[in-house]
């Protein structure tokens, strides 16, 4: 008569353990799989680019205007929520509760939306990054996994949604601390300690997954710095934040207010014909990278990984190209990140700086300017630091990466609020509409439950809206 009653309690102990932990550790994993393969699938997307573009040089003023008018309609028609990096719609999630914009920013669809027109776009040359949208991938996979709780709560969802998002960086940059570091100050601003060592476990099960597919490795190998560090290098730690900040803010700045730069006419073709007004940023895409020599076609990764290595040679004019196609990979409202195409144009950066102090180490630089324009464009330097250090192997260099990126922050600042947080902030649902949407709701596969892309979107039929530069009217 006693065994059945302890059968029955390790029973009832192994189902509260897999309630509390084995849900996140399953879900981490699939993370971890999921996520490194966008990331060869990505990889192969730049590759056929790349052997396209070198065959013929002239193909991409008519393939990359082709396919950014497909992506914009394909995200527009089907698969609106998964426009831009998917970091704002995580931080929106958990702001304003799982319950509201769960089902419809982090839903199974959008998932497999984000992977195909991102690789889409990436075939056709587009300047944007996969790590920003592994979090919104994580974030979902770990979302829907909500269903093996027979009652899943409020807490139990915004966990899920955490550690998911939190485990899809981890497991793209392979930068498990830079994982927890994003989470508590990117994601949330905060840290709930019920809920620290699950997360910090399922941040570590996703890094292993990736680790052990792709070996370990460093993001972006391994520079050497010495022991001997440069006189110079505290004026240029202060050089290198001011420039980063500045450039940083500005193009936070550009992406935030697109009515106040935008010529009247661009503003009405976004609004009124998105898929033209797509073409004509594929196009520009396109002029700008064959003008560069194919330098500013994809994320970067190659040009910042051969700068770091001396094996790349670029033009002064790089970060500048660079960040205008960053912008023109933006405004069309198609998926795809900012978080590698900030480290190549940090490094171009670094490399124009080099000039200035040819005297110090060109990866010291580099490293500088890179954790300098992803601070700047984040506001999350703790978290940008530890991503940079965590992706070149440089504990050497910590106390100068922290310091470049608490000033460029701040420079940043000056020019626009956090990125993330302003552009979440589109996704949230007015307080004055909220009880009129209590009262009549939607269905959450509505395309007009979403908040728009753009500032002047909302209120389209008014002139006032399109002069406005408030994130969100």
């Given at each position: ?113 984000k992977i195909l027109v991102s690789l889409l776009a990436i075939l056709g040359g587009f300047t944007i990054g996969r790590e920003g949208p592994t979090v919104q991938v994580g974030a979902a996979l770990m979302y829907n996994l909500r269903r093996f709780y027979p009652r899943s709560t409020a807490l ?318």
């Amino acid at each position: 008569m006693v065994l059945p009653f302890r059968s029955s309690g390790v029973a009832q102990r192994a189902r509260r353990l897999w309630r509390r932990y084995g849900v996140f550790w399953l879900g981490a994993i699939v993370v971890g799989l999921v996520a490194v393969f966008y990331a060869k699938l990505i990889d192969w997307g730049y590759d056929e680019f790349r052997t396209m573009q070198h065959r013929h040089a002239w193909l991409p003023l008519i393939a990359t205007p082709a396919i950014a008018a497909a992506c914009v309609w394909l995200t527009r028609r089907f698969f609106r929520g998964a426009e831009g990096s998917g970091i704002p719609q995580v931080i929106a999630t958990l702001h304003e509760g799982t319950a509201t914009l769960g089902p419809r920013t982090l839903t199974l669809r959008l998932l497999a939306g984000k992977i195909l027109v991102s690789l889409l776009a990436i075939l056709g040359g587009f300047t944007i990054g996969r790590e920003g949208p592994t979090v919104q991938v994580g974030a979902a996979l770990m979302y829907n996994l909500r269903r093996f709780y027979p009652r899943s709560t409020a807490l139990i969802e915004r966990q899920l949604v955490l550690a998911g998002a939190a485990a899809g960086l981890s497991a793209a940059f392979n930068t498990p601390l830079a994982g927890i570091v994003f989470a508590i100050e990117e994601l949330t601003r905060s840290f709930e300690a019920r809920a620290s060592g699950v997360l910090i476990t399922a941040i570590i099960v996703a890094g292993v997954i990736a680790l052990g597919l792709n070996g370990n490795y460093t993001y972006f190998g391994t520079i050497q710095i010495g022991s001997h560090f440069p006189n110079l290098l505290a004026a240029a730690v202060v050089l290198t934040g001011l420039v980063t900040g500045v450039a940083g803010g500005i193009f936070g700045w550009l992406l935030l207010h697109t009515s106040r730069w935008l010529p009247a006419p661009l503003v009405q073709m976004h609004r009124e014909r998105p898929v033209v007004f797509g073409a004509l940023c594929g196009f520009a895409i396109a002029v700008i990278g064959v003008l560069s020599g194919g330098t500013t076609f994809g994320s970067g990764y190659a040009e910042a990984r051969g700068l770091l290595d001396g094996h790349e040679q670029l033009s002064m004019l790089y970060p500048f190209l660079k960040m205008a196609s960053m912008v023109g990979s933006y405004l069309p409202g198609i998926p795809g990140g900012i978080f590698a195409p900030s480290l190549s144009i940090g490094a171009g950066f670094g490399n124009l700086l080099h000039t200035v102090f040819s005297s110090m180490q060109l990866p010291m630089l580099i490293a500088l300017a890179m954790v300098g324009y992803l601070a700047a464009v984040t506001q999350s330097p703790i978290t940008s630091f530890v991503i940079v250090m965590e992706m070149i192997n440089g504990h050497a260099l910590v106390i100068s990466l922290m310091a470049t990126a608490l000033i460029s922050s701040r420079v940043a600042r000056m020019f626009a609020p956090p990125l993330y947080e302003a552009l979440s902030e589109r996704y949230m649902t007015p307080r004055a509409t909220q009880a009129a949407a209590a009262a009549e709701p939607e269905s959450p596969e509505s395309p007009k439950t979403l908040e728009p892309l753009f500032e002047d979107e909302k209120n389209g039929e008014s002139e006032d809206a399109a002069q406005t530069d408030a994130p969100r009217p």
